[in-house]
């Protein structure tokens, strides 16, 4: 099998590392990918979002099966261009993508489906939203752009005047340009969040184990949001009851409320969770695996990932063996630049990666990094994800954390508590709280 893999970051680089590993594969290719997908597959110099030049190059290459990381190749058509040219590819159709390209369009197929989400209204007029806010009996709501913003376009407000500020910047000031047109305004839900991550190939779905990820950019959930500052896998906060419930009130409904649609979904199906004192609740979708949950969950997969995806993108998922997975937990630590997730430098020695490499059961994805004249340099805000196995939770975060600790460049940072919200949430639950 010759496989393409589109994107490069964190997420993509565990994908390539894991497809290598079938015994099927016989190359694999990743546009653009960075300096450690360059180690574990062929980089080709093509940005994710150039359809025409992935395409030109998977028919030159005979490829048989194109694997896509990000969201925006998704939402941009790159699968309904790939599938027209007759190949074979892993992720949602430009209209089933809306998913997450239009929070607009994923409440209101939340509303048909009867699937838990937060009581929402949508607005284009900003006077009109400020008087909702004004009007509202309950004060605290969240405010999003209903485009995609590289997950910054939501603001979780306590008070009326941080909504009005928010409908504002996102409404008038266009702070996220044409993905603020429209605003979703929805009831702030309380509760611990997790993620359920499922391949779908249209009509089966196969959850994954899941994966906790830490969205705070400091230690105990504190400091500005990121894209993930490390995950773990599997959470206590999901357990084998909560993943039947997800896929029996959110996953089958959404599924099939999409093909009744005509918007079949095929690919990585990724439900935000909130879970709420009345069960969970859906915070958004997204299309595509999470990313840095996919290190943390790909390195505990023992089945081959090759041909999961492969049946997924043929709509034969229910041939295929259930899957399989090391029972030792996964932790995933990031590791970002000085700044982030604000501005950052790029271009700073990463030095350590070696003796990284050489520490038990751990595997160094990176994210945000290049290869110049044989050094691996910074090239992105979170940097590396350090990734490791153990016996217990406890000795995964050691290993995770042992290698991070070999690692250094300037200004360099990662947050020091990976994976401690299991053992909060574990003695919450015997506390019975
Ligand atoms: P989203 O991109 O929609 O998942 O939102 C990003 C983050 O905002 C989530 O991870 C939550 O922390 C928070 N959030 C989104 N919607 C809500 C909500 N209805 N209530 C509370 N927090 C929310
Ligand atoms: N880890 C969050 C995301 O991939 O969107």
Not at 133 to 161: M, N, Y
Not at 191 to 216: C, M, N, R, W, Y
Not at 247 to 259: D, Q
Request: charged share 25%.
């Amino acid at each position: 099998m010759r496989i393409l893999v589109i994107g490069q970051g964190g997420r993509e680089h565990a994908l390539v590392w894991k497809l290598k590993q079938s015994p099927q594969v016989e190359v694999v290719y990743c546009a653009p990918g960075n300096a450690g997908t360059g180690l574990d597959a062929i980089n080709v110099d093509i940005a994710a979002t150039d359809i025409p030049q992935l395409l030109k190059f998977a028919q030159k290459e005979k490829i048989d099966l194109t694997v896509v990381g990000p969201e925006a190749p998704l939402v941009a058509g790159l699968v309904d261009e790939f599938i027209k040219a007759g190949l074979r590819v892993f992720g949602p159709t430009k209209k089933a993508a809306e998913l997450e390209g239009s929070k607009r369009f994923a409440k209101e197929l939340m509303r048909k489906a009867a699937v838990p989400t937060a009581d929402f209204r949508i607005f284009t007029n900003a006077a009109e939203a400020i008087s909702y806010i004004d009007e509202r009996e309950v004060e605290r709501v969240v405010v999003k752009a209903d485009g995609l913003a590289s997950g910054k376009g939501v603001v979780v407000c306590s008070t009326r005047e941080e909504a009005r500020q928010a409908i504002k910047r996102i409404l008038l000031e266009k702070e996220f340009g044409t993905a603020g047109e429209r605003i979703v305004i929805e009831d702030r839900l309380e509760g611990q969040e997790a993620s359920l991550l499922a391949f779908v190939d249209g009509h089966t779905i196969i959850p994954l184990e899941a994966a906790q990820d830490h969205k705070a950019a400091h230690d105990g959930d504190t400091g500005p949001n990121t894209g993930g500052m490390g995950a773990y896998s599997p959470t206590p906060v999901i357990t084998p009851d909560l993943i039947d419930t997800v896929v029996e009130k959110v996953l089958i409904p959404t599924v099939h409320e999409m093909r009744k649609d005509g918007r079949n979904f095929r690919g990585c199906l990724y439900a935000g969770l909130m879970l709420t004192n009345q069960g969970p609740k859906v915070l958004e979708f997204n299309v595509r695996l999470g990313d840095p949950e996919t290190q943390a969950v790909l390195m505990r997969l023992k089945s081959d990932l090759a041909t999961v995806l492969y049946a997924a993108a043929d709509g034969k998922l229910a041939d295929i063996e259930p899957l399989e997975w090391d029972t030792r937990p996964a932790v995933c630590v990031v590791m970002a630049a000085e700044g982030y997730p604000g501005n950052y430098a790029k271009g700073q020695v990463i030095r350590g990666l070696t003796e990284a490499a050489a520490v038990e059961d751990a595997k160094v994805f990176h994210a945000g990094t290049k290869l110049k004249d044989d050094q691996v340099l910074t090239d992105g805000g979170r940097v590396l994800g350090v990734t490791a196995l153990g016996e217990n939770l406890a000795q995964a975060k050691l290993h995770a954390y042992q290698a991070v600790k070999c690692i250094r460049w300037d200004g360099a940072w990662c947050r020091k508590d990976i994976s401690d919200k299991a053992q909060q949430y574990e003695s919450q639950s015997e506390r019975g709280a």
